[in-house]
């Protein structure tokens, strides 16, 4: 999953990072790098609070749906991949049945993300429940 960031810098500050899609996820970190990866911790950790108090998942809002909606449109997005099968240590095998080519996809889409068939999978659920709940 990827989520969209915004970044703040004050001249006396590290650079903070805003979530938008989780309210009251916030980071920050001395470089862009730095908080970017912060930020995911962030993010995996407010996505497990809200799993472990049984609330749903929010799905990811694209940068350009979130830029129409600020009031600061100036502001500086990136996105920030997490793997939704990192969310539990509780990890359990399943059998589960696929068509043949659409496991193809899976694998080839995942590939070049950088994702596991595993943790697409999960994300693609999570996206699923997440829309079907608004």
Not at 60 to 69: E, G
Not at 82 to 92: E, I, Q
């Amino acid at each position: 999953m990827r989520y969209a960031v915004y970044f703040e810098k004050d001249p006396a500050s590290d650079f903070g990072v805003t979530v938008r899609d989780l309210p009251g996820c916030f980071s920050a970190g001395t470089t862009v790098e730095e908080a970017l990866e912060n930020a995911a911790d962030a993010i995996l950790t407010n996505l497990e609070g809200l799993l472990l108090d049984g609330e749903a998942v929010p799905g990811p809002t694209s940068i350009t749906t979130l830029r129409t909606q600020s009031s600061a449109p100036d502001l500086t997005w990136a996105l920030v991949d997490v793997d939704p099968a990192l969310l539990s240590t509780d990890v359990r095998r399943i059998n589960a049945s696929i068509p043949a080519h659409l496991l193809s996809k899976v694998d080839a889409f995942a590939r070049p993300e950088g994702e596991t068939r595993s943790g697409l999978l999960s994300s693609a659920v999570i996206e699923c429940m997440s829309a079907r709940n608004r």
